[in-house]
T-cell receptor
Framework: DAKTTQPPSMDCAEGRAANLPCNHS???????VYWYRQIHSQGPQYIIH???NNETNEMASLIITEDRKSSTLILPHATLRDTAVYYC?????????????FGEGTQLTVNP | GAVVSQHPSRVICKSGTSVKIECRSL??????MFWYRQFPKKSLMLMAT?????????EQGVEKDKFLINHASLTLSTLTVTSAHPEDSSFYIC????????????FGEGSRLTVL
């Protein structure tokens, strides 16, 4: 799976948009971009994923650059409960296995 | 989203004893489950891939005789930490792969093991 690079930490004001960047310059054509987050002492929570088109769901938006070498997760109106470690992962979706390898992620702190 | 449940959420045991952690997919069947461990302030480290009806595949450096994995049904995988020692104290997390769609993974709540 392609390696990803994320800033170790970010801060955001409550109610503002949080934009979390991820670089994946070695991504292959058949690799998806996945985002998960982990609130302290809990299991990771799936947020969103995409291949090349921008995606949006009830939690967030995912913007993938045209060359697919980077992406941005957007939390449109961050709340205190969004404070967590956010992981950007790229992986091939196989018929079996589908391993997820976690990097160090970005610690997002939402401040009141 | 799909629900994955782990039990127990916390366990404290004496050194030398064995501890079993269960991972269940509650509303879907999972032919493949994954086990991770996580140390404080560190990322998740994949330990093994558990396949229903066959032997687990362990990552390099993970002792298969130490961490026994059984995936006897499409909704249950278990991790047994045998002869636990204090260095085995960690946060253990399982995940199950959704077969449909693009196969996203859903994670359990985690099990915190403390070995005294």
């Amino acid at each position: 799976d392609a390696k990803t690079t994320q800033p170790p930490s970010m801060d955001c004001a409550e109610g503002r948009a949080a934009n979390l960047p991820c670089n994946h310059s070695t991504i292959s054509g058949n690799e998806y971009v996945y985002w998960y987050r982990q609130i302290h002492s809990q299991g990771p929570q799936y947020i969103i994923h995409g291949l090349k088109n921008n995606e949006t769901n009830e939690m967030a938006s995912l913007i993938i650059t045209e060359d697919r070498k980077s992406s941005t997760l957007i939390l449109p109106h961050a709340t205190l409960r969004d404070t967590a470690v956010y992981y950007c992962i790229v992986r091939v979706v196989e018929t079996s296995g589908s391993r997820l390898t976690f990097g160090e992620g970005t610690q997002l702190t939402v401040n009141p | 989203g799909a629900v994955v449940s782990q039990h127990p959420s916390r366990v404290i045991c004496k050194s030398g004893t064995s501890v079993k952690i269960e991972c269940r997919s509650l509303d879907f069947q999972a032919t493949t489950m994954f086990w991770y461990r996580q140390f404080p302030k560190k990322s998740l480290m994949l330990m093994a891939t558990s396949n229903e009806g066959s032997k687990a595949t362990y990552e390099q450096g993970v002792e298969k005789d130490k961490f026994l994995i059984n995936h006897a049904s499409l909704t249950l995988s278990t991790l047994t930490v045998t002869s636990a020692h204090p260095e085995d104290s960690s946060f253990y997390i399982c995940s199950a792969r959704l077969i449909s769609g693009t196969g996203e993974l859903f994670f359990g709540e985690g099990s915190r093991l403390t070995v005294l």
